[in-house]
């Protein structure tokens, strides 16, 4: 099992940006692919970044590409999502995912363990 804790959500004015991070522990970081979703009120979850297992690799989602960075650090069992230049329509829950082997880094089924998600809320 591995177990996710979101965390670096909260309220924000557009334009402004927050860092989340997803701390990771049970199993060995450094095996795991991990993906960043967002949920809004109302909508489907939709993903938002993914990033492989050694950093080498990230994916973005065209609604997020230029303003969002995917990162992790395997020392400290640890991924972030750094979002600038927020937009009200980046509010939502986000949660952070981990597989182990992944075939489709944008399909929220293709992941295998979740947080619980962080709030992102921002004002116009």
């Known amino acids: 099992q591995v177990q996710l804790v979101e965390s670096g959500g909260g309220l924000v004015q557009a334009g402004g940006s927050l860092r989340l991070s997803c701390a990771a522990s049970?199993?060995?970081?450094?095996?795991?692919?991990m993906g960043w979703f967002r949920q809004a009120p109302g909508k489907e979850r939709e993903f938002a970044a993914a990033?492989?297992?050694?950093?080498?690799?990230?994916y973005y989602a065209d609604s997020v590409k230029g303003r969002f960075t995917i990162s992790r650090d395997n020392a400290k069992n640890t991924v972030y999502l750094q979002m600038s230049s927020l937009k009200p329509e980046d509010t939502a829950v986000y949660y952070c995912?981990?597989?182990?082997?992944?075939?489709?880094?944008?399909?929220?089924?293709?992941?295998?363990?979740w947080g619980q998600g962080t709030q992102v809320t921002v004002s116009s």
């Open positions: 995912a981990a597989v182990r082997y992944l075939d489709y880094y944008s399909t929220s089924s293709s992941y295998e363990y």
């Open positions: 990033i492989s297992r050694s950093g080498g690799s990230a």
């Open positions: 049970g199993r060995t970081f450094s095996d795991y692919n």
